[in-house]
């Protein structure tokens, strides 16, 4: 039988098949390459056992979640945003084939400026959408979940206020009011996958920082993550440019003439910086 992991607990795992669950094992060659919340799975349910993990798409470490699809990062005006993190988990979707879409949330003022100078910035590189989950204004982010959807984004900025008015909203509609107690106590080192329709939410609490070691990149090949820089790399008069120096790059031309933003810039910039040190010193 062919399934998915959407729950893990100790060594047992939730396998969903169809609308059934089976607590399984998993076969004990498999723990070596570890099993994870988001794979899928051929299992044998009259046993009860993990047989084989699927071919996976990506797998994220922390949090522990494989095959995700679309990554909701959630920003507000408050708390006061950091761009540096919203750059690094764009990057982040971009190297791992995440589709990455940006949320700005508690636009509950219509007349806010806010939404409109992130766009501004944002357009070019991904899908930026408002919601207003005390609003329970959250049709734009129900529209863009596809597959396994994870949302990410600091402290206070709303992901669990708008997982919940998006879980009211959709159950109601599909009158499944069972799902909606099966939530509940969320510890922050379990990952649990709900069912949505066709999609799921995942419910984790590790996208809030991220690590750069977590992204796999070498300094020449940051910059082709950067949609907003790409037409503008031809222009570098070398090859090898790491758009880091003024002189003959057509990328800080770009940044001069106002067409690249400030901002992305400077938090490209100190990713390539990271990552020539990691790279002198040794580590990844
Ligand atoms: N005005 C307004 N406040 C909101 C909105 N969404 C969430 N909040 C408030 O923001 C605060 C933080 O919301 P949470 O949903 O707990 O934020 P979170 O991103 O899950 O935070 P962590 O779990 O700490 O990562 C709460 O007081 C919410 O009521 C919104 O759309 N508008
Ligand atoms: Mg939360
Ligand atoms: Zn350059």
Redesign the pocket.
């Known amino acids: 039988m062919k399934g998915h992991i959407v729950k893990k607990n100790a060594d047992l795992f939730d396998v969903r098949f169809g609308e059934q669950i089976f607590t399984c094992v998993a076969r004990g060659s498999l723990k070596k390459e570890g099993v994870f919340v988001g794979d899928k799975v051929l299992f044998d349910k009259n046993n009860k056992i993990i047989e084989q993990i699927l071919p996976r798409k990506n797998l994220l470490i922390r949090p522990p979640i494989s095959n995700l699809d679309t990554m909701i990062i959630?920003i507000a005006k408050k708390p006061l945003p950091d761009f540096y993190l919203v750059d690094k988990l764009i990057l982040f979707c971009f190297v791992n084939g995440i589709n990455p879409v940006l949320c700005v949330?508690?636009t509950?003022d219509p007349n806010d400026p806010f939404f409109n100078e992130i766009t501004k910035v944002y357009h070019k590189v991904l899908k930026v959408i408002k919601?207003?989950?005390?609003?329970g204004d959250v049709k734009e982010v129900i529209g863009v979940m596809k597959g396994i959807c994870a949302f990410a984004?600091q402290?206070?900025?709303?992901?669990?206020?708008l997982i919940n008015a998006i879980f009211n909203q959709e159950l109601e509609k599909i009158g499944d009011f069972a799902k909606k107690v099966e939530r509940g106590k969320q510890t922050t080192r379990t990952v649990t996958l709900y069912k949505l329709g066709k999609n799921f939410i995942a419910d984790t609490?590790g996208f809030?920082k991220l690590d750069e070691e977590l992204i796999n990149l070498e300094p020449n090949e940051i910059s082709r993550f950067y949609p907003d820089m790409i037409k503008f790399i031809p222009n570098c008069k070398f090859r090898s440019c790491l758009h880091n120096n003024t002189d003959n790059c057509g990328v800080v031309e770009g940044v001069k003439k106002g067409e690249i933003s400030i901002q992305r810039y400077q938090n490209y910039l100190k990713i390539l910086q990271i990552k020539q040190n990691s790279k002198r010193t040794g580590k990844k």
């Open positions: 959630v949330n508690k509950d919601t207003s989950a005390v609003m984004g402290s206070a900025v709303g992901k669990s206020s609490a809030s």
